[in-house]
């Protein structure tokens, strides 16, 4: 079975919407508001060299599909098969990817043999992939800033079920983002 991960930038007050550019007031926060250091990022590097695939929502799809070709930097994320959870695409325009129609279908793909699937932004999904159950571990970037309003990774929901995190990797960067990796104790 294969091991769903979600990575994301996130402010102190839960907020990951548009961390490098977008229709936040706020956009790019996480480049222009916090000095750069470069070990901070050490992990969305491991992520590109252990993921196997890459799971995006609709959203994250149309943001990323005309940007991250073009960027030497994702080479690895480009050259992985992508799947994107969407009920409209149809015609994907990214190479190597894939529309799945359902959460269904999201979890039959963690069924298949296979390394890790990454789940970058896609909020919404992250939240209802970790309702169905189907979220195993988190890899959070947290940014010591705080944005007010956003997308935020959790929620008040109703599907938002009480979840008990297992701390497995952290560290705190002299710029201030922390490194929190958890896995979703089952």
Do not use: C
């Not at 916090?34 to 491991?46: P, Q, S």
């Not at 890790?116 to 988190?138: E, K």
């Amino acid at each position: 079975m294969r091991t769903l991960i979600v990575t994301e930038f996130i402010s102190l007050d839960g907020v990951i919407d548009s961390p490098g550019g977008g229709d936040h007031p706020h956009a790019g926060w996480t480049f222009k508001d916090i000095e750069f250091d470069e070990a901070a990022y050490e992990i969305k590097g491991r992520e590109q060299e252990q993921a196997t695939a890459m799971l995006l929502g609709r959203v994250s799809y149309d943001e990323f599909a005309p940007v991250w070709p073009t960027m030497d930097e994702f080479a690895e994320y480009n050259a992985m098969p992508k799947y994107v959870v969407s009920s409209t695409l149809t015609d994907p325009g990214w190479n190597n990817t894939t529309v799945l129609r359902s959460l269904d279908d999201v979890a039959r793909l963690k069924q298949e043999d296979g390394g890790a699937i990454l789940l970058q932004g896609s909020g919404t999904l992250a939240r209802n992939l970790a309702a169905a159950g189907l979220v195993d571990r988190y890899h959070l970037l947290v940014f010591p800033v705080l944005l007010g309003s956003g997308k935020r990774l959790f929620d008040d929901a109703p599907q938002a079920a009480r979840t008990r995190l297992d701390l497995v990797e952290n560290a705190v960067y002299p710029n201030g983002i922390s490194l929190a990796v958890y896995d979703v104790v089952r």
